[in-house]
């Protein structure tokens, strides 16, 4: 799929009228203006966009609150010729915080855990920031 450039306003998922056109490029090699124009929008189309603005907050700010969440973690890495045994398997536990901001759609994670029992030559990190949902 293709990124088509056309100078419009998309507000509310709806293409905007055309306004005055106030930006284009330019071919370097002529200085000549390039299509699209991009075009300035409306007193309406920005009293809609305003007010979608407003109507989209109200349902962010009803959002809950930050999340907290203690996890721990058990496991392995493993070479495929390697059996899997409790022996060799590393305890982690720590502490997690999520978060939405109101112009991002997934969560925000923010994760701290430390090793509870780990192997001679581990290397590990405290803490990890991730985007998005947890599998």
Known sequence: MALVLHGKNLIGGTTSSRGEPVVSAVNPSTGGALEPFFFEATAE?????????EEAFDDFRHKSAPQIA??????????????????????????????????????????????????????????????????
Do not use: K
Not at 76 to 103: C, K, Y
Not at 120 to 131: P, Q
């Open 45 to 53: 189309e920005v009293e809609l966009a305003m007010e979608m603005a």
């Open 70 to 135: 203690a996890f721990l973690d058990f496991g392995d890495s493993l070479a495929e010729d390697q059996n899997w045994g409790f022996e060799t398997a590393r305890v982690s536990a720590g502490v997690e915080v999520r978060f939405h901001l109101p112009i991002f759609p997934v969560p925000l994670r923010l994760i701290y855990g430390w090793p509870l029992r780990s192997m001679t030559g581990d290397r590990y990190s405290n803490f990890a920031f991730s985007i998005g949902r947890s599998f």
